[in-house]
Each structure stands twice: as structure tokens, then as C-alpha cells.
């Protein structure tokens, strides 16, 4: 269930405060700033592209993102409103040309702080990194940065032939929402390069809304998810069996059927294809999340979907993930 | 009732698939006839299809590599389904790499065509994609309303121009106004108009031949008396001839029209071994 009452937990941390912007704080004034540099190299980096499209991923989640700079990176962050998704995507401060993430320390503040990022309307971000093939082309490097004077972040794509591309978009100052899964208490867990995930979805129509995945110790398999009262005079349904080999990585703890919406997962698809790195599908009985994952180097992303629970019931109950206050990355 | 039917060979699924996607842009739902030989996709000419008919029909055995059908009756032996071609258009779009394609008429919920395609993988078994299409056994007793079109007594027979010119000439008149004006002749002069209050646009095609039609019983049809300059027109709602057009992936062999002046205008595709015919009924 969401944790609705913000829960400051900073003072159990060891830690600083992590996260130094100040600038959203709205008792005291202090410099603050952060700014990032996403260096783009048109011949071989696709920094651009992969960080364009994690934003395409996230607006498939929500209307909103959080935009949370850290010291150890970037974290971006949405749920979308029926709780029911959350997608959180992390690049290390590695992940970019340059990365500087500061605040000048206060000498009065008392008062408890409040672990405080951006909350960015994604209309007004995406299309700055509309056309991602386009992005990797024309554009040389990328600055983001905030004015310690307003509630704006800076966007500016420095292009070829001189042309810059500046835009700031006013901000909200907002309590980043993390959730709480234990992936490694998943009995079952997949893991594949994302071509094979995105060659099993072309299969379902783009209006596909559920999917569900059912594993056996030796079968997989994907089908359109249909219930008692589906009407199947008029509905197509598409099936797809794998075997275990095809996967990286199986392990089947528990035969299970878990059922969530494709139309958020999408989005990681193709934002793990542009980074290249497999994907890791960790879930257990239905009702539970399932949790999307990817990791490398410098960049994790994690989308945690509710699942249909196996309740028979008019409503399909949906367990969200947990949601707490920030307090520390996601396990 | 029965019907199985697998296809092997990557040409001949390609070549499918692309019979399938022309009948989808022409139809929302339409009628698919099974017998021993043929297949046929039909659309009566109902109001609901705003008079428009279609009837097309392909030889299974350049198609499929097995095909097995068994009819309602023995002395019946046809199937018919009404089905949404769009489906099938979509079950095929993803096959194209296939090993093999089955088709099978099954009854699991409700009577549905399950195509299932077998598709390489990276391990040693294949990846199977099923998709259950929805389908609706008619009953024989309406078999009467899917027969086949027979050919109008028309006023003139004329030879199409190259369809990529005249999709891209219609696309856009069909900016401008909602119905076009079709006019040939029997010296293989064609024009297309569009007239509205403040323009009228007409492209004019020449030089593009006439078919010999030869009649059955010997005795003269309408268009043999005719003037060879006299125009045969019909006015027909553009969309109609848009669709048709931009449905067509591949250059027919044989591409004509069949004008019965303001009544009904006739189009014929022939290609190897699919032959479509569409008619579209002349507005008032």
C-alpha cells in the first residue's frame, strides 16, 4: 500500500543529506545548483539517445517525472496514477561527460530536511528528446543545469552549425517516491537481451492492455490475457510458447501466471534495446509485482508492475508495490 | 466441417499476406469462402457497406503446400466464415520469417480460425505464435447472398492507367472534394474530375486501350453500337476508390474498369493467381 504521510527518515542515516538542493527548500536560501553535461558524440556515443530515451520510457508510466539528482548520479522517477507502475531509472554520475551535483552547506538549517527533487511535466520534456535518431545526429552535447534563481531547469542542446537549443522548464518541488521490492525474494527469475523480449511483443497488437506470463520448469509462455467473461467471438487472442533455452538465465521457483500491463513495459523495452544491456524479469505468485529490470555499469533501470491477483473477483484487485519515502536507492 | 491448411514456402506466405492486407483495407468484415480449390474472400453488397461489393478469388494450390477441407455436407462441399480480415492481416504480419504457417479451423470458446506460425529461434525448439481468430460459421441456408457477382452490361470497358499514378492523383483530389467523377470512352480516353464551388479538377488520360470482351451468345452488347468518343460516367464517393487503390501492394497484369453510365463502375485486378473485383455504385 502507498505510504501516504511523508516519513523523514534521514535522521537514522549515517549520511549527509543526499540530496543538496537546497534550492527547493523553501525556508532557507542557499546556492545551490546542480549541473550535468551529457556529452554527445555523434560517431559513436548514443549517451544522448539512451538518456532520450529513458525519458520516452518514463512517459509511458505517467504524465509527471521526478528529476532527482544525487551525488552518486541521476535518478529519474514516475508512478503512474493507479499506482499500479513504477519505473525508476538511475545513470551514474560515470554515465555523463560531467556531473556535478552540489549545495552549499547552511550554517542555520535546523530544521529537518526534506529529501526534495524536481517534478517535471514529461509534455514538456520529451519533446526536447522527441525524435531520439534525430537527437544522436545533430546534437554535440547536451547541459542540464538549475538557477539558483527560479524554479527552472535548463535543458540546453548545443547542435551542429553553431545552433543551441535552449529550454527551461519550471519545476515542482517534489518527495520522491521509491518502491519497496525485494527482487531477490522472487522465486522466479528470467533473464534475456531485450531483442527477444521486443521479438515476443510484436506479436501482440499495439492495443494489447494485458499480458500475461505463465512459467513451468520447462515452458514459458506469453498470451493475451483474457478472464471468464472475455468475449471471444470478438476477441483475437495470440499466444506465444518459448522454450527455457532461449533464455540467459531461468530459474522457476513456483509455476506461475502473473498478469500486467504491457503498455508501461514497452517503454523499458526500448530503452533497454538502446543500451544494449539484458533484461531481467523477477516475479513470483500472481498478485505480486513484477519487477523489469536492467544493470550495467554506469545506468540500472527497474519498472515495477502491479500484477492481476488470483482472486476471482468483478474488480481485479491490484497489490501495488510499496511505496515509501526515499530514504535509500533501490535494493 | 473441416479445414486445414499449412504453407511452407516464404514466397508463397508473402504472397498471401499481401492478398490478406489488400482484402483488409477493403473490408472491415467480409465473408471467406473454402472450397476443394479455391478460396474466396466476398463482400455483399449490403447497405452497410454503402453499396460497395467485392469479390476476390485465389487457386489454394499456388498458396499452400497441404490443404485439407471438408464441406457442411457432402453435397455441399464449401465452408463459409465471416471474419474480420484484419486479424488475419495482422496474425500474418509477424510470420514473415516462418518455418511454416498452419491454419486450422477450430471450435475451443467459439469457431475460430487458429493460425499458428512456427518461427526459428535461438535455441534447438521452435518459438510457436498462436493467434485465435474469431471467426462465424454462416449457415447454408444463407449461402444464396455471397454468389458470385455477375459482370453489368456496361457501357464501356477501358484499361486502368498505371495505379501508383492514379492512387497519387485521387489522394489528392480527395483534399478537395467527397466524390470524383469517372469518364471513358471507348478510344481509350479516361478523365477523372472534381468539381466543387470554387474548383474543378480534371486529369486526363489517353491511349490506354480498350478490352475485347467477347460476348456469349454473339449478339451485340450496349457498347458495340456506341460512339467511340461518347463518355460513359459515373460520379462515386472518392474514399471508396481511394481505398481500393491504396490496397493494392502489387502491380496487377491486368487492371480494368467497366463504367455503366451513372449506375455502377466496375474494377477488375487481375495478377497470377488472384483475381479482385470491386464494385462501387454510383452515387445519386
Not at chain 2, 481468430?133 to 470497358?157: C, H, Q, T
Not at chain 2, 486502368?160 to 470524383?180: F, G, Q
Not at chain 2, 474543378?200 to 457498347?223: I, M, R, Y
Not at chain 2, 453500337?225 to 460516367?233: H, P, T, V
Amino acid at each position: 500500500m502507498l505510504s501516504p504521510i511523508p516519513s523523514f527518515h534521514l535522521e537514522k542515516h549515517e549520511k549527509r543529506l543526499t540530496f543538496p538542493l537546497k534550492l527547493f527548500w523553501r525556508k532557507l536560501r542557499g546556492i545551490t545548483c546542480f549541473s550535468i553535461d551529457l556529452k554527445c558524440i555523434s560517431c559513436h556515443s548514443v549517451s544522448l539517445a539512451v538518456f532520450g530515451r529513458a525519458v520516452h520510457a518514463m512517459a509511458r508510466v505517467s504524465d509527471e517525472f521526478c528529476f532527482d539528482p544525487i551525488d552518486r548520479g541521476l535518478a529519474l522517477r514516475s508512478v503512474n496514477s493507479s499506482r499500479s507502475a513504477y519505473a525508476y531509472v538511475f545513470f551514474s554520475s560515470m554515465f555523463f561527460q560531467h556531473y556535478c551535483s552540489t549545495a552549499a552547506p547552511q550554517p542555520c538549517q535546523k530544521e529537518k530536511q526534506l529529501s526534495l527533487a524536481c517534478k517535471l511535466i514529461i509534455k514538456s520534456v520529451l519533446p526536447i528528446f522527441r525524435c531520439v535518431n534525430v537527437l544522436e545526429r545533430h546534437v554535440e552535447k547536451c547541459n542540464i543545469y538549475t538557477d539558483d534563481k527560479d524554479h527552472h531547469i535548463t535543458f540546453q542542446l548545443l547542435c551542429r552549425n553553431g545552433i543551441v537549443k535552449t529550454h527551461n522548464l519550471a519545476f515542482q518541488e517534489c518527495d520522491p517516491l521509491q518502491a519497496v521490492f525485494a527482487k531477490h525474494m522472487c522465486p522466479n527469475v528470467l533473464r534475456a537481451h531485450s531483442r527477444l523480449l521486443a521479438d515476443i511483443m510484436v506479436h501482440f497488437p499495439t492495443s494489447q492492455e494485458e499480458v500475461t506470463l505463465s512459467v513451468t520448469p520447462t515452458r514459458v509462455c506469453f498470451k493475451s490475457y483474457t478472464e471468464e467473461d472475455t468475449d471471444f467471438t470478438k476477441t483475437m487472442v495470440t499466444e506465444i510458447q518459448l522454450s527455457p533455452d532461449e533464455f540467459d538465465y531461468f530459474q522457476v521457483g513456483v509455476d506461475s501466471e502473473v498478469t500486467f500491463c504491457l503498455r508501461e513495459l514497452r517503454g523499458l523495452l526500448a530503452f533497454s534495446e538502446a543500451t544494449s544491456v539484458p533484461v531481467s524479469i523477477h516475479f513470483d505468485m500472481p498478485g505480486k509485482p513484477v519487477a523489469f529490470s536492467i544493470e550495467d555499469t554506469v545506468l540500472e533501470a527497474s519498472f515495477i508492475l502491479a500484477t492481476l491477483s488470483d482472486i476471482r473477483s468483478e474488480m481485479a484487485s491490484q497489490e501495488p508495490a510499496c511505496f515509501s519515502q526515499m530514504q535509500e536507492r533501490l535494493a | 466441417m473441416r479445414f486445414r491448411a499449412k504453407i511452407v514456402d516464404l514466397a508463397c506466405l508473402n504472397h498471401f499476406s499481401r492478398v490478406i492486407n489488400t482484402i483488409a483495407k477493403l473490408a472491415k468484415s467480409c465473408t471467406l469462402r473454402l472450397t476443394v480449390s479455391k478460396l474466396y474472400f466476398i463482400l455483399s453488397d449490403r447497405v452497410a457497406n454503402g453499396g460497395v461489393s467485392m469479390w476476390c478469388e485465389l487457386c489454394q494450390g499456388n498458396f499452400f503446400d497441404e490443404y485439407q477441407m471438408e464441406g457442411v455436407a457432402v453435397d455441399h462441399n464449401e465452408i463459409y466464415l465471416e471474419l474480420v480480415p484484419e486479424n488475419l492481416s495482422r496474425a500474418l504480419k509477424t510470420a514473415q520469417s516462418a518455418k511454416a504457417v498452419k491454419i486450422k479451423l477450430t471450435n475451443k470458446h467459439s469457431p475460430c480460425l487458429r493460425v499458428a506460425v512456427e518461427l526459428p529461434s535461438l535455441s534447438s525448439s521452435s518459438r510457436i505464435v498462436t493467434h485465435d481468430i474469431p471467426v462465424k460459421v454462416i449457415p447454408r441456408r444463407l449461402w444464396n447472398d455471397f454468389r458470385e457477382p455477375s459482370v453489368p452490361d456496361f457501357d464501356v470497358s477501358i484499361y486502368l492507367p498505371a495505379l501508383k499514378t492514379m492512387k497519387s492523383i485521387v489522394e489528392r483530389m480527395k483534399n478537395i472534394s467527397n466524390c470524383i467523377v469517372i469518364e471513358a470512352n471507348l478510344s481509350g480516353e479516361m478523365n477523372l474530375k472534381i468539381e466543387t464551388d470554387v474548383v474543378s479538377v480534371t486529369t486526363h488520360f489517353k491511349d490506354l486501350g480498350n478490352p475485347p470482351w467477347a460476348s456469349e451468345d454473339g449478339c451485340q452488347s450496349s457498347a458495340q453500337d456506341r460512339d467511340l468518343q461518347s463518355m460513359a460516367e459515373a460520379r462515386i464517393d472518392i474514399k471508396k476508390l481511394q481505398q481500393l487503390l491504396v490496397g493494392q501492394q502489387v502491380n496487377p497484369t491486368k487492371a480494368l474498369c467497366n463504367i455503366v453510365s451513372k449506375r455502377i463502375v466496375h474494377f477488375v485486378l487481375l495478377h497470377e493467381d488472384v483475381s479482385l473485383q470491386y464494385f462501387i455504385p454510383a452515387l445519386a
